[in-house]
């Protein structure tokens, strides 16, 4: 496993999956220079009510970017981003999956200090 040392072993809890619908936009942003990307981000995070921005990931290599939004429908998610002026080539049904690591009972650490036992 990568990042884990010989012998140790890394724990992962896996969350239950999320009932709210979930659309994974796709954008193409060709020459798009570095200041103007977060402002293209920021215009994504401004869709009117009705549709939620949770998070885009730039990809600067393939000038492409993936924005993460919770709406009842995909059409909605293209018509809000339309209306805030970051139009999508493509929106896709989506899963959001995400793992949080956690230690062993007994072996807890907050902030780098062994929690001390409650009596």
């Not at 010989?6 to 809890?13: D, E, T, W």
């Not at 709406?71 to 080539?89: H, I, N």
């Amino acid at each position: 496993m990568p990042g884990a040392r010989s012998g140790q072993v890394r724990y992962v809890q896996i969350p239950a999956l999320t009932s709210r619908p979930l659309w994974l936009s796709e954008h193409y942003w060709p020459g798009l220079a570095d200041g103007l990307v977060l402002a293209q981000v920021q215009r994504c995070a401004l869709v009117p009510d009705g549709v939620r921005w949770l998070a885009t990931v730039v990809v600067p290599g393939q000038q492409t970017a993936f924005g993460l939004f919770t709406a009842l429908d995909g059409s909605d998610v293209e018509r809000a981003l339309t209306v805030a002026g970051a139009r999508s080539d493509r929106v896709s049904a989506a899963l959001q999956v995400t793992a949080e690591e956690v230690r062993p009972t007994g072996r807890a650490r907050a902030h780098g200090q062994l929690r001390k036992d409650m009596r």
